[in-house]
């Protein structure tokens, strides 16, 4: 079984069996993105982001034609972002009341990419639209008319020196439209504002009727840290990327254009983006959704299970009417209902699921169904595969050796702790490795657990009342924003594996400390 990205690849999302087996968040409208009201998708990785992308974007505009997908992480990969930064992030003056700084603008360079993305459509489907003056000049700016408008980097973005760029052609036709700057008066070639030539080609499009509904996706806004530069870098090309998918929907909508512009973005990305400023975390609040499953009351009818349900039957075909839970599950794993063990083993996740019954899948290939020794006998390498994701998120704002110094802190301590036993943990473990000392010099363990606690690897598993017998837990999945670091916290059961955590003594036994 694999999980919805990669079964768009596979399949693709005209694939029937896409449809018919999507599963709708509960916290989701697809109308509000229908209705323009929300544009951005936010998320944990194996959240859903990427298949209610393709989904919404196939429900705007079923027809492949006049719809496309970018990916930021796989289309744009670093020797790109290179030449980007170089050739057009307009430099600026960055202020705040700590700091004043230097930063990289990529807003107009983004405005641009996403139109080229829709001029290439109107292009190779001409049927999309009417013909007429509008959509000639808006091709016709862009450069798609097959003239040399520009020299072009990136196969789509106006050589820029700073914030200006050099026409080198249609001169009579740019001069209604920008303000031009000839070096004399028998200048062949002249400059203009970049910002401005944007603007001109975003008014043409404006003009444009649609008779078809243009649908753009752009996916896998991650970020990673490789070097505190290259790191800054991405942030500030991710926030202005958000920017110009937000401008140009609000121009969209004022105009009634049937123009649709949708983003998928890492929730921990918006997180990183934050300090830099310009309001991003309100941006992607206010005009998008956060995929979430923990609505829903665990029971066999939870959607995620649910999925699995949808999943199984797509596999065998129209011909199955049965229940694929009852019929390929065993109602209780080692005494514990199968709602509860598989729900609670993971982070309330469509992917997690997914690898759960893969892994089973495929060790045993002969069983006929997903029995207790085959979940049982498969953990180490599900729990295994569940902590490299976590790392794989951490590394959204950490350095390799950070994570790792994470890992080897958290490596063999005890389900459940609190805040001073990691931090003692932590020293002792400082004392044979290098890493985790300078680790613990720049960075503290209350932090790192908040940090865990938002990608679900820790919660809070504490006792109240008078006399000590109310259980508390609480996890960022069950919609428990904050972790109470005061309290006692726990690692997530579908990682303890993976990182040896020693189980409590028994209550009354000897030894302990008691709290």
């Not at 005209?14 to 951005?40: C, G, M, Q, T, W």
């Not at 937000?246 to 254009?257: E, K, P, V």
């Not at 670091?485 to 955590?501: C, E, G, H, W």
């Amino acid at each position: 079984m694999v999980d919805g990205k990669e079964e768009f690849f596979l399949d693709g999302v005209d694939d029937p069996n896409f449809h018919s087996i999507f599963l709708i968040p509960e916290n989701v409208r697809i109308k509000d993105f229908v209705d323009r009201a929300v544009y951005f998708i936010s998320g944990f990785r194996g959240t859903g982001k990427t298949s209610l992308l393709r989904y919404t974007l196939a429900e705007i505009q079923p027809d492949s034609r006049f719809r496309a997908v970018s990916l930021f992480k796989s289309d744009i990969p670093e020797e790109k972002r290179i030449r980007l930064s170089k050739h057009a992030g307009a430099i600026i003056a960055e202020h705040d009341s700590i700091k004043m700084g230097i930063a990289q603008d990529f807003k107009s360079a983004w405005t641009w990419f996403l139109l080229d993305q829709i001029g290439q459509i109107v292009l190779k489907a001409p049927e999309c639209s009417i013909s007429g003056k509008s959509k000639d000049d808006f091709l016709r700016i862009l450069g798609l008319n097959g003239e040399a408008t520009f020299k072009k980097v990136l196969g789509f973005l106006p050589k820029l020196s700073g914030a200006n760029v050099t026409i080198g052609a249609d001169l009579d036709f740019f001069k209604g439209k920008v303000d031009l700057d000839f070096e004399n008066e028998r200048s062949t070639k002249a400059t203009a504002s970049f910002s401005e030539v944007v603007d001109a080609a975003i008014a043409c499009l404006s003009q444009i009727e649609f008779k078809q509904k243009i649908a753009i996706g752009i996916d896998e806004l991650e970020v990673f840290f490789i070097a505190a530069e290259q790191y800054k870098r991405d942030l500030c090309m991710v926030r202005d990327l958000i920017f110009a998918v937000d401008r140009l929907n609000r121009i969209f909508r004022a105009t009634n254009q049937n123009i649709y512009v949708i983003a998928s973005i890492r929730r921990e990305v918006v997180d990183a983006i934050g300090p830099l400023g310009q309001e991003v975390t309100r941006v992607v609040h206010d005009r998008g959704v956060s995929i979430s499953w923990h609505h829903a009351q665990r029971s066999l009818s939870h959607p995620l299970i649910d999925l699995i349900r949808k999943k199984i039957g797509a596999a065998i075909g129209p011909e199955y009417k049965g229940d694929a839970i009852s019929d390929f599950f065993d109602s209780k794993i080692d005494g514990e209902d199968l709602d509860a063990f598989l729900l609670d083993r993971s982070f309330y996740r469509p992917r997690d699921l997914m690898w759960r019954l893969t892994f089973a899948q495929k060790a045993f290939p002969s069983k006929t169904k997903f029995d207790t020794h085959a979940l049982k006998d498969t953990e180490n390498d599900y729990s295994s595969q569940l902590w490299s994701e976590i790392e794989y998120e951490l590394s959204a704002s950490l350095s390799t050796e950070e994570v790792s110094a994470i890992t080897s802190i958290f490596s063999g301590i005890k389900r459940l702790f609190f805040l001073d036993d990691l931090v003692a943990v932590g020293k002792q473990k400082a004392t044979y490795s290098k890493n985790v000392e300078s680790f613990l010099n720049s960075h503290s363990l209350g932090d790192v657990c908040n940090m865990l606690y938002t990608h679900g690897a820790l919660g809070n598993d504490f006792r109240t009342g008078s006399t000590g017998n109310v259980s508390r837990n609480r996890w960022i999945f069950r919609g428990d924003n904050v972790l109470l670091v005061d309290q006692r916290m726990t690692l997530n059961p579908s990682i303890r594996k993976a990182l040896s955590a020693i189980d409590q003594r028994k209550r009354g036994s000897a030894g302990g400390k008691k709290r």
